[in-house]
């Protein structure tokens, strides 16, 4: 390590920054979070730094006397920044000149910024870049009110003091107040279970930490898919309780030490029942243990996630609700076929063919009129009598169909074939994964992007050998 990591204390300080251009008017942004003195020596000012409440504008050209008693100096002139880390030098005052490291005796991080709590990344200037994906990745896992929580504990910490003993017992009061109830409170501003759990836990008899379930939407497959806050229920969890449907590349994204618990439902195969699923959410939780639930797609789209969420209430669990991203959407967006279209279709339905006795009965007849639109989930082995239904009704046999397998992730197949057709397509291509069947959108015509689709062998052989 050749940069050694300090947080500085500019409150009153005076800061220096060279320079009144572009680089020089991003160094004062990010020095006005804090409480320095910011003064700029330039030519002239960017018109953001004319701002003469907090930037003092000491001097039109440099001279190094002006740097006397300052706390850190910028120099963001390359004409001279030479001069200017010269100066700062002689005078013992760390000085960083912008892109230049060789004249720089200190460097800046990237930050992630949730005041007072401060994240600083840096990799000594070998790689931005990846620093700046750090950046992200960490701004992602932490809640935006997390400072609040920080202000919080240190608004308490003196009455903490006086009503807990020293050592372990005010340790663990601490553990408690960052982890389970108290931090939730604080970070969703409910003043009122904050005040509840906070008095348990002054009164060292805490009920143990509540379990809880997070039902949490895991989107189509695609890891990039998942919203910010079912990134970090998944890291939060300690058990995960999770479908077939959930991809590999989202399950990664747990803790090492996470409980996985798979509780897919494959068609054909012996599964869990939906009683049993709740059972193991109910038996984790009951340990105290914060359990997420994750689904394909949206939990409230044919997930059965109110079901499970009644389920669990009724047993007393406090539950939570994450949406995600439904196959419909992200499936339609992956093959680029947009869900409505502007004088073609005003409105889409989204519905299953499977029922747990079968066939998802509908009523067939609107469906099957001019301009519908329609997504149907779970409708790869109903295909045939769905498309039967839909004839039966009137729909036209040209009417177009899409058919989305294994959408958003790399082995996603996108077939166009038309209601007459489907079944035959869904043989021919050997569709078996999950897929989405979009019936009735414009795009859905065979387009030029649309990935041709390789023919099983062994069913085209079968299909030809039945027909001769
Ligand atoms: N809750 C889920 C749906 C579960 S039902 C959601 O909101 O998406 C399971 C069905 O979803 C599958 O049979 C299939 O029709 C669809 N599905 C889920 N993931 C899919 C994917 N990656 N590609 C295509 N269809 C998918």
């Given at each position: 390590?050749?940069?050694?990591?300090?947080?500085?204390?500019?409150?009153?300080?005076?800061?220096?920054?060279?320079?009144?251009?572009?680089?020089?008017?991003?160094?004062?942004?990010?020095?006005?979070?804090?409480?320095?003195?910011?003064?700029?020596?330039?030519?002239?000012?960017?018109?953001?730094?004319?701002?003469?409440?907090?930037?003092?504008?000491?001097?039109?050209?440099?001279?190094?006397?002006?740097?006397?008693?300052?706390?850190?100096?910028?120099?963001?002139?390359?004409?001279?920044?030479?001069?200017?880390?010269?100066?700062?030098?002689?005078?013992?005052?760390?000085?960083?000149?912008?892109?230049?490291?060789?004249?720089?005796?200190?460097?800046?991080?990237?930050?992630?910024?949730?005041?007072?709590?401060?994240?600083?990344?840096?990799?000594?200037?070998?790689?931005?870049?990846?620093?700046?994906?750090?950046?992200?990745?960490?701004?992602?896992?932490?809640?935006?009110?997390?400072?609040?929580?920080?202000?919080?504990?240190?608004?308490?910490?003196?009455?903490?003091?006086?009503?807990?003993?020293?050592?372990?017992?005010?340790?663990?009061?601490?553990?408690?107040?960052?982890?389970?109830?108290?931090?939730?409170?604080?970070?969703?501003?409910?003043?009122?279970?904050?005040?509840?759990?906070?008095?348990?836990?002054?009164?060292?008899?805490?009920?143990?930490?509540?379990?809880?379930?997070?039902?949490?939407?895991?989107?189509?497959?695609?890891?990039?898919?998942?919203?910010?806050?079912?990134?970090?229920?998944?890291?939060?969890?300690?058990?995960?309780?999770?479908?077939?449907?959930?991809?590999?590349?989202?399950?990664?994204?747990?803790?090492?030490?996470?409980i996985r618990i798979p509780v897919g439902k494959t068609p054909f195969e012996a599964s869990p029942s939906q009683r049993e699923i709740n059972d193991v959410l109910?038996?984790?939780?009951?340990?105290?243990?914060?359990?997420?639930?994750?689904?394909?797609?949206?939990?409230?789209?044919?997930?059965?996630?109110?079901?499970?969420?009644?389920?669990?209430?009724?047993?007393?669990?406090?539950?939570?609700?994450?949406?995600?991203?439904?196959?419909?959407?992200?499936?339609?967006?992956?093959?680029?076929?947009?869900?409505?279209?502007?004088?073609?279709?005003?409105?889409?339905?989204?519905?299953?063919?499977?029922?747990?006795?079968?066939?998802?009965?509908?009523?067939?007849?609107?469906?099957?009129?001019?301009?519908?639109?329609?997504?149907?989930?779970?409708?790869?082995?109903?295909?045939?009598?769905?498309?039967?239904?839909?004839?039966?009704?009137?729909?036209?046999?040209?009417?177009?169909?899409?058919?989305?397998?294994?959408?958003?992730?790399?082995?996603?197949?996108?077939?166009?074939?038309?209601?007459?057709?489907?079944?035959?397509?869904?043989?021919?291509?050997?569709?078996?994964?999950?897929?989405?069947?979009?019936?009735?959108?414009?795009?859905?015509?065979?387009?030029?992007?649309?990935?041709?689709?390789?023919?099983?062998?062994?069913?085209?052989?079968?299909?030809?050998?039945?027909?001769?």
């Amino acid at each position: 390590m050749r940069y050694f990591p300090i947080f500085v204390d500019l409150k009153g300080r005076r800061v220096i920054v060279v320079g009144g251009g572009e680089e020089a008017t991003r160094k004062v942004r990010l020095l006005l979070k804090t409480d320095a003195l910011i003064e700029v020596i330039a030519n002239e000012l960017h018109p953001e730094l004319a701002d003469g409440s907090r930037i003092r504008w000491i001097a039109k050209s440099f001279l190094p006397d002006l740097l006397d008693g300052a706390a850190l100096v910028y120099s963001a002139d390359p004409q001279l920044n030479a001069e200017v880390s010269a100066a700062a030098q002689a005078r013992g005052i760390p000085v960083n000149a912008v892109d230049q490291a060789d004249i720089s005796t200190f460097i800046i991080p990237s930050i992630v910024d949730r005041d007072p709590v401060i994240v600083a990344i840096g990799t000594e200037g070998t790689a931005p870049v990846l620093a700046q994906g750090i950046r992200g990745k960490i701004d992602a896992l932490l809640p935006q009110s997390l400072g609040n929580l920080a202000r919080k504990a240190a608004s308490l910490r003196e009455f903490v003091a006086t009503k807990v003993p020293h050592g372990n017992r005010r340790r663990s009061f601490w553990q408690q107040f960052f982890s389970g109830p108290l931090q939730e409170a604080v970070l969703a501003d409910d003043a009122a279970g904050f005040e509840l759990h906070f008095q348990q836990a002054l009164s060292g008899n805490a009920t143990p930490a509540a379990g809880r379930v997070s039902l949490v939407g895991a989107g189509p497959g695609d890891p990039e898919l998942l919203t910010l806050k079912a990134h970090r229920r998944i890291q939060e969890a300690d058990v995960i309780v999770y479908d077939r449907l959930v991809s590999d590349g989202v399950l990664e994204m747990a803790r090492r030490d996470a409980i996985r618990i798979p509780v897919g439902k494959t068609p054909f195969e012996a599964s869990p029942s939906q009683r049993e699923i709740n059972d193991v959410l109910l038996r984790e939780a009951q340990k105290g243990l914060h359990v997420v639930r994750l689904k394909g797609g949206d939990p409230y789209v044919f997930g059965r996630g109110g079901e499970e969420q009644a389920f669990l209430e009724s047993a007393g669990i406090a539950v939570d609700v994450v949406p995600g991203i439904t196959a419909a959407l992200g499936c339609a967006a992956s093959a680029r076929l947009p869900l409505t279209q502007r004088g073609h279709n005003r409105s889409i339905t989204l519905l299953t063919a499977a029922s747990e006795s079968g066939i998802a009965e509908h009523d067939w007849a609107p469906l099957a009129k001019p301009g519908q639109a329609f997504a149907i989930y779970m409708g790869v082995n109903a295909a045939g009598d769905i498309a039967g239904r839909l004839l039966d009704s009137g729909i036209a046999p040209s009417t177009p169909v899409a058919i989305v397998e294994n959408g958003t992730l790399a082995s996603e197949r996108v077939l166009t074939t038309t209601i007459g057709g489907l079944w035959e397509t869904i043989q021919f291509a050997g569709v078996t994964g999950p897929s989405m069947i979009y019936v009735g959108l414009r795009q859905a015509r065979a387009s030029a992007d649309v990935v041709p689709f390789p023919i099983r062998e062994d069913i085209r052989d079968a299909l030809l050998k039945a027909a001769s």
